[in-house]
């Protein structure tokens, strides 16, 4: 049972309307679109108290044209890597708590934790995304194996990691993939298909943060043409893809996409590790204060330490 300060956040986001700020269309979209644009732009708020706290060393740096932070536990070079992907529908910037969660990574994991500021909607398309954190990880294999490297993404970052893997797949079959993918409510396919759509319109009176039509509105945004493949990996051969761990919530509409996910890795012999939040909201790993992310934060550092070819 959903803890009481759960209970009460849930009921906090229903009241303030947090999924009716992005059900727009036409000129409200556009507005909102120019408006996370702005906010885009301001520089991140870097916790570097709590970090320095929690015995952490950050690092800046310059990579592919974006920001790049890499967090490790001061004074050790960790053998092990994650690249961080963060959520946010490709068009809402990260916040500190991404930091703290990587800094949580860092130390559950004996890992290297990078963090891109990657460039979002709607001033950039989605291969320009991809290419900034391919630049990312290039980096990264230069300085670790990649059985030593994981992706980690929330929400739309979940759905990049999958993306990313798409796109090495089809253009870059040089660079090895990582060694598995951890994705917290990922998006699979951008727009939705008919049955996911309907299960969606089930699924949106428990959602109290993401609305159905955001999906096919923000799809055109991101990719058209030849390039709107990567929205969907659902509708793509996906084989020799990464182990992957994926947790839903039962109270998000993105867990439409859970049936079609283990079928279709079924199909592509890619082996799938399902967690499920039993009336857990989109993304409640990231709400740090409540009991159920802490949890589900001890789940996702034993996903991405499982099977590490380095030991701790």
Not at 8 to 17: A, Q, R
Not at 88 to 115: H, M, N, R, S, T
Not at 155 to 171: F, H, R, V
Not at 285 to 295: H, I, S, T, Y
């Amino acid at each position: 049972m959903p803890s009481f300060r759960y209970r009460m956040l849930e009921k906090l986001f229903s009241l303030i309307g947090v999924n009716k700020m992005l059900d727009k269309q036409g000129e409200q979209w556009e507005r909102l679109l120019a408006d996370y644009s702005k906010k885009q732009k301001k520089p991140l708020k870097v916790p570097y108290k709590r970090l320095k706290k929690d015995g952490l060393e950050l690092i800046r740096k310059e990579l592919g044209g974006v920001a790049v932070y890499a967090v490790r536990v001061k004074g050790t070079r960790p053998k092990k890597a994650v690249l961080y992907l963060f959520g946010g529908g490709y068009i809402l910037p990260p916040d500190p708590g991404d930091l703290v969660l990587c800094g949580q990574i860092a130390k559950a994991c004996d890992a290297e934790v990078w963090f891109p500021i990657y460039p979002m909607a709607p001033d950039h398309r989605l291969t320009e995304t991809l290419e900034s954190t391919l630049a990312v990880y290039r980096h990264i294999l230069t300085r670790h194996e990649p059985e030593n490297v994981r992706f980690f993404g929330t929400s739309s970052g979940g759905g990049q990691a999958m993306s990313l893997c798409l796109y090495i797949k089809n253009k870059y079959p040089e660079i090895p993939m990582p060694a598995k993918l951890v994705l917290q409510s990922p998006g699979m396919q951008v727009p939705p298909s008919d049955s996911q759509r309907a299960k969606m319109e089930r699924l949106k009176k428990h959602d109290v943060m993401i609305p159905p039509a955001f999906f096919d509105r923000i799809a055109p945004v991101l990719a058209k043409g030849g390039e709107a493949y990567l929205l969907s990996p659902l509708l793509c051969d996906i084989s020799g893809f990464p182990e992957i761990d994926v947790f839903y919530g039962t109270h998000e509409v993105m867990y439409a996409y859970l049936d079609d996910l283990k079928a279709h890795c079924r199909e592509c012999g890619v082996r799938l590790n399902v967690h499920i939040g039993e009336g857990m909201m989109h993304c409640w790993g990231a709400m740090e204060f409540v009991p159920e992310a802490r949890a589900v934060r001890q789940e996702y550092f034993k996903a991405l330490n499982a099977e590490f070819l380095v030991d701790s």
